[in-house]
């Protein structure tokens, strides 16, 4: 099993970013997948989650309205498009398969100006 994820970087605030997460391995479009992130100093926390077809979604209530999960199970990736960034969504952001136990490498995001 392999969770590769992509598209961090530095934005300053009021900016988006759009991560990537490549599975494989495993069946990915029968599971439900899900990002988080852990800032420094701070414990991992949930930020979205979305079901098999995409047609389940839920959200922090700190990203609700400027994030959005979305899936292509025709390319096992799930995506994070982040929008109005503010300073603390600075962490590193892991893609998760939670069934499988699975975790990716993670991507920095850093909000700066």
């Known amino acids: 099993v392999q969770l590769v994820e992509s598209g961090g970087g530095l934005v300053q605030p009021g900016g988006s970013l759009r991560l990537s997460c490549a599975a494989s391995?495993?069946?990915?479009?029968?599971?439900?997948m899900s990002w988080y992130r852990q800032a420094p100093g701070k414990e991992r926390e949930l930020v979205a989650a979305i079901s098999p077809h995409g047609g389940g979604t839920n959200y922090a209530d700190s990203v609700k309205g400027r994030f959005t999960i979305s899936r292509d199970n025709a390319k096992n990736t799930v995506y994070l498009q982040m929008n109005s960034l503010k300073p603390e969504d600075t962490a590193v952001y892991y893609c998760?398969?939670?069934?499988?136990?699975?975790w990716g490498q993670g991507t920095q995001v850093t909000v700066s100006s």
């Open positions: 998760r398969w939670s069934t499988g136990g699975y």
């Open positions: 391995g495993f069946t990915f479009s029968i599971y439900d």
